[in-house]
């Protein structure tokens, strides 16, 4: 360059406070861009994440319908085994050989619902859960306290804790006020004025 020719900028304050200015923009924007960058990446972690619980709980819970199906099956054997009376004086052999084989079947059944997860709710004399019961009548006469399943028409069933048919019951019902006065009266009576 000679002394004739003019530099091509000259390097004002001005022009260097645009520089500084546009840097830092441009670093703000990087940093924006960062920001967002690892944003999309957890959400892309989440994802992938959740897909792997679903498809998890997905085979989990995959023989629900099965599941569901085989639950009359076992119903239906264990009402043939109680059908028989424990009381009769000679089963023929034919009718014991019977009982025998539901029992046998019944016991294998139930195995394999313990094999895959499938939990018999039988909750009598428990306290009523509308998530696992399903109240079918109230009893009247009872020495249970109120809210008490007190029968059981039909057990349910759980598959990996979740709910798969809820047990019909029967629940002990709250005693009504003037049966509880009419129950102290006769416990503790007054002496009648005279």
Same mark, same amino acid.
């Given at each position: 360059m000679t002394e004739d020719e003019e530099p091509p900028?000259?390097? +004002?304050?001005?022009?260097?406070?645009? =520089?500084v200015s546009k840097e830092k923009e441009l670093e703000e924007e990087?940093?924006?861009?960062?920001?967002?960058?690892?944003? +999309?990446? *957890?959400?892309?972690e989440n994802y992938r994440k959740r897909s792997e619980r679903e498809r998890e709980e997905m085979a989990k819970f995959a023989i629900s319908g099965f599941a569901r199906e085989l639950l009359s099956v076992s119903d239906?054997?264990?009402? /043939? =085994?109680?059908?028989?009376?424990?009381?009769? *004086?000679q089963p023929e052999k034919l009718l014991?050989?019977?009982l025998e084989g %539901?029992?046998?079947?019944?016991?294998?059944?139930? /195995? /394999?619902?313990k094999k895959h997860h499938i939990e018999k709710i039988d909750p009598l004399g428990e !306290? #009523?859960?509308?998530? #696992?019961?399903? *109240?079918? #009548? $109230?009893?009247?006469?009872?020495?249970?306290?109120?809210? !008490?399943?007190?029968? %059981?028409?039909?057990?349910?069933?759980?598959?990996h804790g979740r709910l798969?048919?809820?047990a019909l019951v029967g629940? *002990?019902?709250?005693? &009504? $006020?003037?049966? &509880?006065? !009419?129950? /102290?009266?006769?416990?503790?009576?007054?002496?009648l004025p005279t």
């Open positions: 900028f000259e390097l +004002t304050e001005e022009l260097s406070e645009e =520089i990087v940093g924006k861009l960062k920001d967002q960058l690892l944003r +999309t990446l *957890a959400d892309l239906n054997l264990r009402r /043939a =085994i109680e059908s028989v009376p424990e009381d009769h *004086a014991k050989s019977l %539901v029992g046998i079947t019944e016991n294998e059944l139930l /195995a /394999a619902f !306290t #009523f859960d509308h998530q #696992f019961h399903q *109240a079918m #009548f $109230e009893v009247d006469d009872t020495d249970q306290p109120p809210g !008490t399943i007190v029968h %059981v028409l039909q057990p349910g069933y759980k598959l798969l048919r809820p629940v *002990a019902k709250q005693k &009504k $006020e003037n049966e &509880k006065n !009419t129950e /102290a009266e006769l416990k503790s009576p007054e002496p």
